[in-house]
């Protein structure tokens, strides 16, 4: 008979942002397959007998190549009668490829179970203090992939209020020069929020204008935030403050 592939998101990072379901599957699986930015502390709940796989993808890397190994791993050991959750940074629908590996392994014929995480994208605003819809000043936001740049379309996004991006740290400085030139404002306040709810996030605050000029330096992983929203929080916490 089968096993079960169980789909789980890790959250952002901190090891105490795992669903009390997350936590339970990890314990009770026979294979887990851990994505790259998995903090190693979410490992420690891992059963004794589990074999612990590590699949990360390399930024530059053949991606597609990597995830057909993913999946072929999944259902060979699934195959084999055991329990496989995939670990996946922050939400497995957002982003992560999820939806694919849903697809794959229906095909395959096995059962497959999604608990969902706390994604990056609301973390990220969260612990820095960021409304993305922070009242009379934003209604809506919209989340984009960093990822291949050259195919999207940003004049769909000028209108929206906030605009989050996720994977965008490398290819920063033509996504807000492709944002300006689509109609964004060059003063437009943004921030960055590197290694969101860990004890080494970092909070990098400027504007579209300076990160299209190269002038904003910022490490991966973080979460690109861009609206008056950031105006909004810093203003929040300096009457929070005085």
Do not use: C
């Not at 994604?119 to 990220?124: D, F, G, K, R, T």
């Not at 009242?135 to 740049?149: D, L």
């Not at 195919?151 to 400085?173: C, F, K, N, Q, S």
């Amino acid at each position: 008979m089968n096993g079960t592939v169980h789909l789980v998101g890790a959250g952002p990072g901190a090891p105490d942002l795992l669903t009390l379901r997350a936590a339970r599957l990890l314990a009770e699986a026979d294979v887990v397959l851990v994505d790259r930015l998995v903090d190693a502390a979410t490992l420690d709940l891992v059963s004794d007998h589990a074999e612990i796989i590590h699949v990360g993808k390399t930024p530059g890397g053949d991606q597609d190549a990597v995830q057909e190994t993913i999946t072929q791993l999944m259902i060979s050991h699934a195959r084999a009668g055991r329990t496989v959750v995939r670990l996946k940074g922050g939400d497995p629908m957002v982003f992560g490829r999820g939806g694919e590996e849903v697809l794959e392994l229906n095909r395959a014929g096995i059962d497959v179970v999604v608990t969902p995480g706390v994604s990056s994208l609301l973390a990220a605003a969260a612990s820095g203090r960021f409304g993305l819809t922070h009242r009379n000043v934003a209604s809506a936001f919209a989340v984009v992939t960093g990822t291949g740049v050259k195919g999207i379309d940003w004049a769909r996004y000028v209108a929206v209020d906030t605009i989050v991006i996720l994977m965008g740290v490398g290819p920063r400085a033509r996504i807000a020069a492709d944002l300006i030139a689509a109609g964004r404002r060059r003063d437009e306040p943004v921030a960055f929020v590197e290694s969101a709810t860990l004890p080494t996030e970092r909070i990098v605050a400027s504007t579209l204008a300076a990160v299209a000029a190269g002038q904003v330096d910022v490490s991966s992983p973080a979460v690109w935030i861009i609206g008056d929203v950031v105006t909004a929080a810093s203003v929040a916490a300096l009457a929070a403050t005085g």
